[in-house]
């Protein structure tokens, strides 16, 4: 049985260093550079977190500023911005070695 980290903190705080050393900070030159791909990325891993969909997850990110300041958040995406980057971050290689590198960094630091 795997053990998982309770606390989205340090989900967040995971999620976010392994897309750093893993994804490229924008998906294309001519991104908008709003959010990196790495943020991008800890949200949605806190979205399966909560087990939540888009809008609730940015209802979680505007209410609880412990997340917001993990993940460097000058701003809340929109609920349609983390769709697109789901779409796009799973066409990505990269996208199965950063869930393998989160969920190996969270049964460790359970």
């Avoid at 959010?35 to 991008?40: A, G, K, N, R």
């Avoid at 949200?43 to 460097?72: K, M, P």
């Amino acid at each position: 049985m795997r053990v998982m980290t309770k606390s989205p903190v340090a989900m967040a705080r995971a999620a976010y260093q392994i897309a750093q050393a893993n994804l490229p900070d924008y998906s294309c030159t001519r991104s908008r550079k709003d959010f990196t791909q790495h943020q991008l990325f800890a949200i949605l891993a806190l979205r399966q977190f909560f087990d939540t969909d888009y809008r609730g997850i940015t209802q979680l990110l505007s209410d609880l500023s412990d997340l917001r300041q993990v993940l460097e958040l000058k701003k809340i995406p929109h609920f349609s911005t983390l769709c697109y980057a789901e779409r796009r971050i799973l066409k990505k290689s990269n996208f199965d070695t950063c869930c393998k590198a989160l969920s190996d960094a969270l049964e460790t630091s359970a």
